[in-house]
């Protein structure tokens, strides 16, 4: 576990106030739909719905936040988005309606949205060298927390009460505050105000935009471990309902054992298209045994769960350390903050289709839907490489010096 922890200074900071948000965020992300569905009783379609909203009203804000980081400082802007997520996520505890739902779900799905794009020009500050491998030693911290949640969110599934999804709702709340309250130890990034040109650069350079929405389609992937597989286990299966947690655990400690490595290996935009090509081919293959988890024993169920996980897991390896290559290297540096917000627009497409359209295709409709949702995954992989090389011929070649009165962190 060595190379889970950085050396000291700021990339310790970043790291530890990232795993801290992220126990929380593991909490939410393992029974979030469950809580909603199961302890406040609203239909799996409105809660799929009201996720659906929640993303269409953080697609904008992300472009915003980390334009404003990019202009006024990122550790302020992110410390702040991280207390309004807190705020809103406590609020899911009133939230006994449809709209009480939708209302506080969108505040917080907005703020994670401009957190993210807030964090992008610290990670690219700190992160020495190659910020995108940086991105992915945090993603690898990012699953050790979520694991962690991940067994407490056991616990609160197997146990079903009202009282303990609330408990499970302020817990992450308390975590997001606690990660907002790390980053006073961090020293602050001078402004790096976009100078000379549009405004909205990101919106006009249309490569990134094509990337940005093959990234988005891929990113439904994300939804099926947190909102597909434990309506699909409950409703479909006769696997034990606490694989739900052992599901997300799976997937956590192979993304903790293998995504640095992963990420060091994708050192280019085309080894980073490369690798969008190889993940829609494993979500293919995941969806596939997944559909087939249907109306068999207990303990093949079980098997074939895991062994989709596994799957799913490698893929999302691939699309993650690919990811993370394209965005930051076809990204300016003067407008990191600004550019990062816009492939976010990616993962904001993911937050306000991918719960309806996976609850629409894999629930609703059952088996087949898992076979269509796969295809899309192939399809999008494949698209990538050719979007890729457009954005190579069209990268935008400005760049200003990095702020002054504050040295670069080694990588880890």
Request: charged residues 10%; hydrophobic residues 55%; positive net charge.
């Amino acid at each position: 576990m060595r190379h889970l922890v950085p050396t000291a200074g700021p990339q310790r900071v970043l790291a530890a106030s990232n795993f801290v948000y992220t126990i929380g965020s593991g909490l939410f992300l393992t029974a979030g739909v469950l809580y909603f569905t199961q302890a406040v009783r609203l239909p799996a379609h409105q809660v799929g719905l009201g996720l659906s909203v929640a993303g269409l009203v953080s697609l904008a804000l992300g472009i915003a936040v980390g334009h404003l980081a990019d202009r006024i400082g990122a550790r302020g802007v992110h410390a702040a988005t991280l207390v309004v997520q807190a705020v809103a996520t406590a609020g899911f505890v009133l939230a006994d309606s449809f709209w009480l739902f939708v209302l506080a779900v969108s505040v917080a799905t907005g703020a994670k949205a401009a957190g993210n794009a807030a964090r992008s020009p610290l990670i690219r500050y700190y992160g020495g060298d190659r910020p995108q491998e940086f991105r992915g030693y945090l993603r690898a911290v990012t699953n050790v927390g979520i694991s962690l949640g991940a067994l407490l969110a056991g616990w609160v599934v197997q146990v079903g009460t009202l009282t303990a999804y609330q408990l499970l709702v302020m817990g992450n709340a308390v975590a997001f505050v606690a990660a907002a309250a790390i980053l006073v130890f961090l020293p602050p990034v001078e402004p790096n105000p976009v100078a000379g040109g549009p405004r909205w650069v990101g919106l006009r350079d249309r490569p990134y935009l094509l990337i940005t929405g093959l990234d988005g389609i891929m990113a439904v992937q994300f939804k099926v471990l947190t909102v597909a597989v434990p309506l699909w286990l409950v409703a479909a299966t006769t696997a034990p309902h606490w694989l739900i947690s052992g599901t997300m655990l799976t997937n956590t400690l192979i993304v903790v054992a293998f995504q640095v490595r992963v990420s060091r290996g994708v050192d280019s935009v085309r080894a980073g298209a490369g690798a969008y090509r190889l993940a829609g081919a494993a979500f293919l293959v995941s969806c596939s045994l997944i559909s087939l988890s249907a109306g068999v024993p207990a303990w093949a169920a079980a098997t074939l769960l895991l062994a989709a996980v596994v799957v799913h897991a490698v893929g999302e390896l691939w699309h993650s350390a690919g990811g993370f290559e394209v965005s930051f290297v076809l990204a300016p540096e003067r407008a990191t903050g600004q550019y990062l917000g816009v492939f976010g627009l990616g993962a904001g497409l993911a937050e306000a289709v991918g719960p309806a359209f996976l609850i629409a295709l894999c629930i609703t409709w059952g088996r087949p839907g898992w076979y269509v949702v796969g295809a899309l995954f192939l399809l999008t992989g494949l698209l990538a490489p050719p979007a890729v090389r457009w954005a190579e011929r069209r990268k935008p070649s400005a760049r200003t010096p990095q702020p002054l009165g504050a040295q670069r962190a080694p990588a880890p």
